[in-house]
């Protein structure tokens, strides 16, 4: 099957929770697009995944914060930044006034299930 869309169409409303989609899926691999409205991971949580992540910001702004690293990295639109399977990492915010855009793209290095 051949699918196509516009990663910008359908933008959800501001709320108070990100808004994830899944665009792609194949056995351990993800493509989603993910939508802020001034989310951040919450205090003092930190996510440790099992699987690689890839994620970009298409629209809107953030700050990431790698265990052991001073500020967070500020990504602005075209930033990128691939985390490898149990780097520790949080959201310490996103663009408040405007949505944040990401494309994130999840995957495993033996093709086994990621869990959310």
Do not use: C, K
Not at 23 to 44: F, K
Not at 48 to 56: G, S, Y
Not at 74 to 84: A, F, R, S, V
Request: aromatic share 8%; no cysteine.
């Amino acid at each position: 099957m051949i699918r196509s869309g516009n990663l910008f169409a359908d933008l959800p409303p501001g709320s108070d929770a990100e808004q994830t989609t899944i665009l792609a899926e194949r056995p351990g691999a993800r493509v989603e697009r993910i939508v802020s409205t001034g989310q951040a991971s919450p205090a003092g949580s930190w996510y440790d995944q099992d699987w690689a992540e890839w994620v970009m910001v298409l629209a809107g702004a953030a700050g990431l914060l790698i265990e052991g690293e001073e500020r967070p990295r500020i990504l602005q639109p075209g930033d990128y930044l691939e985390l490898p399977a149990h780097v520790r990492h949080r959201v310490e915010w996103t663009d408040p006034d405007r949505r944040t855009v990401w494309l994130a793209v999840h995957w495993t290095r033996d093709g086994g299930p990621q869990e959310q």
